[in-house]
Antibody, heavy 119, light 110 residues
């Protein structure tokens, strides 16, 4: 059974770069069937799609975040990663990674990891 | 990319039905049939309930159904049960491999 697990620092200072990794187990990230994505949820607010990456390294970003977001994939470790630069308090959120089949429905999610931006 | 519009709340008594709307534009909801719906209980990750407007993943009860008309998609929960009380989010493909979520609806079972 496919599982996703987010990992990374829970506290990041303003203006620094937030870095998270999603480890995929029970399946291969190199499958050409799926995209791998990031979604976040600020405290008490709704879900925001950040972006997704294909195993080949092709990425797609939310236009509102594009200039600050970098995603990459490490097929040897079965992981994909997210970096958000120049963070502010507005980037404080629970960050989820998820698998997306071509149908668009994100069918497998990680449990989420809380990132707080504070000095 | 603006968030899709959902009503903040909806409610119904056990056994009743509740319908949640998700309004976008011709560039997202109205543009194709890649609309999905997610259920989220407090402190938990979202769970896929509907994809491609009306398809249910394995294990999702048939009490959950989806539809779409023009730029508005809808999720109907029939035969409401206590465990259906949760937040629900729609999500739509918006072209160029970009997706947008709805604002979310809190469903209360009275």
């Amino acid at each position: 059974q496919l599982q996703l697990q987010e990992s990374g620092p829970g506290l990041v200072k303003p203006s620094e770069t937030l870095s998270l990794t999603c480890t995929v187990s029970g399946g291969s990230i190199s499958s050409n069937k799926y995209y791998w994505g990031w979604i976040r949820q600020p405290p008490g607010k709704g879900l925001e799609w950040i972006g997704s990456i294909y195993f080949s390294g092709i990425t797609y970003h939310n236009p509102s975040l594009k200039s600050r977001v970098t995603m990459f994939v490490d097929t040897s470790k079965n992981q994909f990663s997210l970096e958000v630069s120049s963070v502010t308090a507005a980037d404080t959120a629970v960050y989820y990674c998820a698998r997306r089949p071509p149908s668009g429905g994100m069918d497998v999610w990680g449990q989420g990891t809380t990132v707080t931006v504070s000095s | 990319q603006s968030a899709l519009t959902q009503p903040p709340s909806a409610s119904g008594s056990p056994g009743q039905s509740v319908t949640i709307s998700c309004t976008g534009t011709s560039s997202d909801v109205g543009g194709d049939n890649f609309v999905s719906w997610y259920q989220q209980h407090p402190g938990k990750a979202p769970k896929l309930m509907i994809y491609e407007v009306r398809k249910r993943p394995s294990g999702v009860p048939d009490r959950f159904s989806g539809s779409k008309s023009g730029n508005t998609a809808s999720l109907t929960v029939s035969g409401l049960q206590a465990e259906d009380e949760a937040d629900y989010y729609c999500c739509s493909y918006a072209g160029n491999n970009i997706f947008v979520f709805g604002t979310g609806t809190k469903v209360t079972v009275l």
